[in-house]
């Protein structure tokens, strides 16, 4: 029976022992923390012509550029009208404009200046 007692009065002596706070043991939120220390950097704004040697030369970049618009145009759009030849007739005349290329074209831009912009050029009689 002591055994037994003297066995659990060492396992509540262990637990005790290494209970500790997990935020605390390796320096977190404190002088010892590296993360503590960082600073964010001043941000350096590339002119266009920069952006466009950058992208021209760079593989990497012309990856972050040019897949996100990729995806994002794919599988293209229907438009959801209930009059079937007017659909038909938006649509065609879509393809016609190569609207899809055209949005694909303006969110590159917008990844790599910032800005896009679309003209489809549609005249109303």
Request: glycine share 8%; proline share 3%.
């Amino acid at each position: 029976m002591k055994t037994l007692e003297k066995a659990k009065q060492i396992m509540k002596q262990d637990s005790q022992a290494f209970r500790e706070d997990f935020m605390i043991g390796h320096g977190k939120g404190h002088a010892r923390d590296k993360l503590v220390r960082q600073t964010p950097a001043r941000r350096r704004v590339l002119t266009k012509p920069e952006l466009m040697n950058l992208y021209a030369n760079n593989g990497l970049v012309q990856n972050i550029i040019d897949i996100p618009p990729e995806d994002m145009t794919r599988s293209g759009w229907t438009l959801k009208i209930e009059d079937q030849k007017l659909k038909g007739a938006y649509e065609s005349k879509l393809r016609k404009l190569k609207a899809k290329s055209a949005f694909k074209s303006m969110f590159s831009y917008d990844r790599l200046y910032g800005d896009g912009f679309i003209s489809l050029g549609i005249v109303q009689k």
